[in-house]
């Protein structure tokens, strides 16, 4: 097993050690300069991380309803323009440069028409899914959380539509335990019959704890250690063929210790 933990959650020092792999958070990296991609700075931290050895996967823009985000960084893959395809095709070629064993994206937003913006996302990931398979990088389109009504692919069967429409061995799906568990709503048979419909196509896992339900904190999606909240992660054992990274989504080394403990347990390590 390969565990592993977001860029934002402590620095490579502190790390190595307790995983194996990071996953580089494009818009909290601090190396873009506005919309312009600062060399230098991105060399800066590729440098620090060669020294660890670590496995790597990566997190590209997305969109985001928060103050604390870059807005030069926002992507709604439902609505790309030049910028926005140019900003994604810069985090598959760093993807391609490191090696990255995915790079994860965030479905679309839904606007006057549901259908309309969905069609509009999977021509979008056509294009973006092209230049990934040009450069042998693997895109893992992740879920949403449902309890954001403006987001599409919250539930399984709607992901896997997407992919599947698609239709390339380069976009696969990462699956985001923590957002399943808002969607299902903190019900465990609900999050198993989930993890059912969508098992063949995850490549990549984010794994964090909520409480199952709406809050005024970023919609009931606060990314707690696992065991903090009501997930039942031991629905990842129906993962028998998962040869992935089980990546913490935490903010704090606490809470990625805390989460490797709940995940050995949960997994009977």
């Known amino acids: 097993m390969i565990f592993g933990a977001s860029s934002f959650a ?5 790390l190595k050690g307790n995983v194996d792999s990071i996953e580089l958070y494009i818009p909290k990296l601090g190396v873009y300069s506005g919309r312009t991609l600062d060399n230098e700075k991105l ?3 590729l440098d620090e991380l060669s020294v660890y050895e670590f496995a790597s996967t990566i997190h590209a823009p997305y969109f985001a309803p928060d103050p604390n985000y870059p807005v030069s960084l926002q992507i709604d893959t439902a609505r790309m323009g030049e910028w926005e395809f140019s900003l994604m095709n810069e985090s598959i070629a760093l993807a391609n440069r490191i090696g990255a064993g995915v790079l994860v994206l965030h479905p679309g937003r839904i606007g006057q028409d549901r259908e309309k913006s969905f069609s509009s996302m999977v021509e979008n990931l056509k294009v973006l899914v092209s ?5 042998g990088v693997i895109l893992g389109l992740e879920n949403k959380e449902g309890t954001d ?7 399984a069967e709607e992901l896997v539509r997407a992919v599947k429409a ?3 061995g380069s976009l696969k799906a ?3 335990i923590g957002h399943a568990n808002l969607t299902c709503g903190g019900d465990p ?4 019959s989930f993890v059912e419909v969508l098992e063949e196509h995850i490549v990549h896992l984010h794994l964090h704890d909520n409480g199952g339900k709406w809050t005024e904190i970023y919609d009931g999606d606060e990314h707690m250690a696992p065991g903090k909240g009501c997930v039942d992660f031991s629905v990842l054992n129906l993962l028998s063929g998962y040869r992935g990274v089980y990546n913490l989504e935490v903010f704090s080394m606490e809470d990625v210790l805390l989460g490797k403990k709940t995940l050995e347990k949960a997994l009977n390590l």
């Not at 009504?149 to 539930?155: A, G």
């Not at 048979?189 to 198993?192: D, I, T």
């Open 10 to 14: 402590g620095t490579p020092g502190e």
């Open 43 to 45: 060399d800066r931290v």
């Open 149 to 155: 009504p403006y987001n599409l692919c919250c539930k």
């Open 174 to 176: 990462t699956f985001d």
């Open 189 to 192: 048979v609900k999050l198993r």
């Open 166 to 168: 698609v239709n390339s």
């Open 131 to 135: 230049t990934a398979e040009d450069q």
